[in-house]
């Protein structure tokens, strides 16, 4: 059975850092594109940052860009979501992603096929 599992998540002030990973089982991932998404209370679930089967290629939504880093380790596989500067606006909960984007669909929920069940990351002002 294929499992995503999130961490990392939870409270935190204005301007810190979080660092959230995403652990596979059940099978390898090394060769799919890995993402990061996040849904706040009643808004639509949004793109946060993407990267290749490598590591080598890494997309972001503006809104994250310059502030939240993205990595992957194959070997255990697993991904990271690095968070630093966070803002209020940052609050929601976020969910790890594992599929095969391509051209201009890496930020579509639709080309990732597997789901974590998510993890809440709180900023207080």
């Known amino acids: 059975q294929v499992q995503l599992v999130e961490s990392g998540g939870g409270l935190v002030q204005a301007g810190g850092s979080l660092r959230l990973s995403c652990t596979a089982s059940?099978?390898?991932?090394?060769?799919?594109?890995m993402g990061w998404f996040r849904q706040a209370p009643g808004k639509e679930r949004e793109f946060v940052a993407a990267?290749?089967?490598?590591?080598?290629?890494?997309f972001y939504a503006d809104s994250v860009k310059g502030r939240f880093t993205i990595s992957r380790d194959n070997a255990k596989n697993t991904w990271y979501l690095q968070m630093d500067t966070l803002k209020p606006e940052d609050t929601a909960v976020y969910y790890c992603?594992?599929?095969?984007?391509?051209?201009?669909?890496?930020?579509?929920?639709?080309?990732?096929?597997?789901w974590g069940q998510g993890t809440q990351v709180t900023v207080s002002t």
């Open positions: 992603a594992a599929g095969a984007p391509y051209g201009t669909t890496w930020s579509l929920t639709t080309a990732y096929n597997y």
């Open positions: 059940g099978r390898t991932f090394s060769s799919y594109a």
């Open positions: 990267t290749n089967w490598s590591g080598g290629r890494t």
